[in-house]
């Protein structure tokens, strides 16, 4: 099953957007589920439901940083600039999709309030509007690693170095 199959899968079972895309993607790399779905958890909804970053937009950013070659004092800084750019190309081409990330555009109501919260809910939005999302979130962010050459793997500890407390 393809990883976008595998979100909407999840999301269609009642876990957030954020917990479906980062799921999918996180097992790419060897993120236990359960990890993977606590880690999402509070990113739906727009963060909390505050309507505010799509929650699927946020789990593939969060996706994103997986795919960092370095965590070491050293080489963070380089490689956290790398994994900003590729997340803007990710909020680029969502964009280009879907004319927006933030949830209250998507949805074209407010779900942070109880009367958006009301007519998302009787307008079936999460079932109609929300699927492609998910999925277009992930896709995108397989498209940006295979444009990198990046292959998403299951990590060990010999990847990366363990941060070293400052002295």
């Not at 727009?46 to 940083?65: E, P, S």
């Not at 929300?130 to 397989?142: E, G, K, M, S, T």
């Amino acid at each position: 099953m393809h990883a976008a199959d595998t979100a909407e899968a999840r999301f269609r079972q009642g876990y957030s957007c954020s917990q479906a895309v980062f799921s999918a993607l996180g097992e790419l790399w060897g993120v236990p589920l359960p990890l993977s779905l606590r880690i999402g958890a509070g990113f739906g909804g727009g963060m909390a439901r505050t309507a505010g970053v799509c929650g699927a937009v946020t789990g593939a950013l969060m996706a994103l940083g997986l795919a960092q070659s370095s965590v070491s004092p050293e080489e963070n800084r380089t490689e956290r600039e790398k994994t900003y750019a590729r997340c803007r190309r990710f909020l680029e081409r969502f964009t280009e999709r879907h004319g927006s990330v933030v949830c209250r555009d998507l949805l074209g109501c407010d779900i942070s309030t109880p009367e958006g919260f009301a007519e998302a809910h009787q307008r079936k939005l999460t079932r109609t509007v929300c699927p492609p999302f998910v999925r277009d979130a992930v896709q995108i962010a397989l498209e940006l690693l295979e444009e990198e050459g990046i292959t998403p793997h299951v990590w060990t500890p010999a990847d990366t170095p363990a941060p070293r407390p400052a002295n």
